[in-house]
């Protein structure tokens, strides 16, 4: 069993992946590749879609080795990792289909089971018009393909419908990945996401969450890959996840022999709860405020899921704020000076994982538009919430903007 491990991929998520490696005895050496400016002194200089590459780098270094996002799982890492023999932590590029392929992860829900929107398939604009209209325009028109969290649009009438419809099909507004589209119901309800640990046989529960999506306050403006986000989510019991683990999460694993992180994002209607999407991978800003709640040690429950686990969960809040860069989510500058992380850093019940930035010297530069993902830990969610603002309060560049109300809309 190698006891170095290698983390793929370079935002916040990955950044608490590696924080949360190296609190394990287990573990000899931490790499992140490519990383950014919080994992340093971790980085190797290797891209995460650059397989071959990575191949070596874990042959070289004896690691096992854990996926962080979507891209490289749908590249077949894991199956390419195995066949060499490596170890590593994911789905294969099968299994992650419940996330590359919104299609099939909809007919995969279909035809076992799992609660999820009424929905069709389709490759003709016409045709998926005629359905829209037949739903009252009251849809959500979703690109099939992996299209960075933007190929979903939800839509209140038949002409916005229509424009979606038109924009992914016809103007393949995002290549490829809209070649096919699924439009669903629009459901009403209030959303949360589940993580799951599966080893293809079962699945557990690895905390839950809420994530805001949208760029402004009160959940307004064009959606991001995430502005924040707490956990555990207020609006699921444990006998919900319980339930939600046994009747959807179960079932999904064993039909598809899903070995990795399942992530549920979940509406619970007044029908009772329904399955929106699945990940193939943890969330990211999910991930930022829930490893920070695991006490349990993250390499020994990786490297044991085959054989069984139990995780042991402190029962704290966590609330994370994404500081971004000006323009984010459209258009956003790079390359500004960040001062302030270092006082952050000293305050009780805090932590700064970066997500967008680059470090040179002692300073650390912006180099993507979710630059910090800022933690804060607390007896409560609105405790929790005033020390990641807290913190955020320390931290500035030019054109740096966040929302102000992460952990307080539900
Ligand atoms: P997805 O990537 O499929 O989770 O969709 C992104 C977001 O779109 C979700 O977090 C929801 O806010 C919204 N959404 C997706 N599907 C539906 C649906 N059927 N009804 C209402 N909102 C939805
Ligand atoms: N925050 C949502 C995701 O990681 O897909």
Redesign the pocket.
Known sequence: MPTNVLIVGSGGREHALAWKMRQSDLVDSIYVAPGNGGTAEFNAPIKADDVTGLIEFAKKHHCFTVVGPEGPLALGIVDRFTEQGLEIFGPTKKEAMLETS?SYAKEFMKSIGIPT?DFEVFEDSSQAINYAHWLNGEV?V?ADGLAG?KG?I?CSSVNEAEQAIRSILDQQTFGDAGKKIVV?????GT?CSLMTICNGKSAIPFGTAKDH?RVFDNDSGP?TGGMGAFSPAENLTSKDVTDIVKRFAVPAVRASNFRGFLYL?L?LTDKGPKV??FNARLGDPETQAILPRLKSDLFETLTHVESGISLDWDDSSACTVLMCSEGYPQNPRTGDLITGIDTAEKMQNLMVFHSGTQRRGDDYFTSGGRVLSVTGIGRSLSEAAQRAYAGVSKISWKGEHHRKDIGTVK
């Open positions: 919104k929107a959500v979703k969290g979903v939800v669903e119901e629009k459901l009403r959303e999506k959606n994002g509406m929106l999407e």
